[in-house]
């Protein structure tokens, strides 16, 4: 069983930053990647960024060059830097670990951008 946690949510002003990081544990066998979603309420959970353990990193377009997604592997721990957020950033934040055949989801993460 693989566990993941989250922290680092909160309330930030527009323009400001947050850094979310995640960490996956537990009886890990193989790993494909490291990555975050976010939902909106009534919405189904969408990419933010991901990358693979072979390289591959994939950003969704509305965060491009804002947000930055880095990996130690040997910590199994990801992290989000999240730069000039927009309300539209507003939702719940969740780290995926696509580890032993399976995406394993944290509990989620309350990110508000709020004036």
């Known amino acids: 069983q693989v566990h993941v946690v989250e922290s680092g949510g909160g309330l930030v002003q527009p323009g400001g930053s947050l850094r979310l990081s995640c960490v996956a544990s537990g009886n890990i066998v193989s790993i494909y990647g490291l990555g975050w979603y976010r939902q909106y309420p009534g919405k189904e959970r969408e990419l933010v960024a991901f990358q693979s353990s072979g390289g591959t990193t994939n950003y969704a377009d509305s965060v491009k060059g804002r947000f930055d997604i880095s990996l130690d592997w040997s910590k199994k721990r990801a992290d989000l830097q999240m730069n000039r957020l927009k309300l539209e950033d507003t939702a719940v934040y969740y780290c995926?670990?696509?580890?032993?055949?399976?995406?394993?989801w944290g509990q989620g993460t309350q990110v508000t951008v709020s004036s």
């Open positions: 995926s670990a696509h580890m032993n055949g399976m995406a394993n």
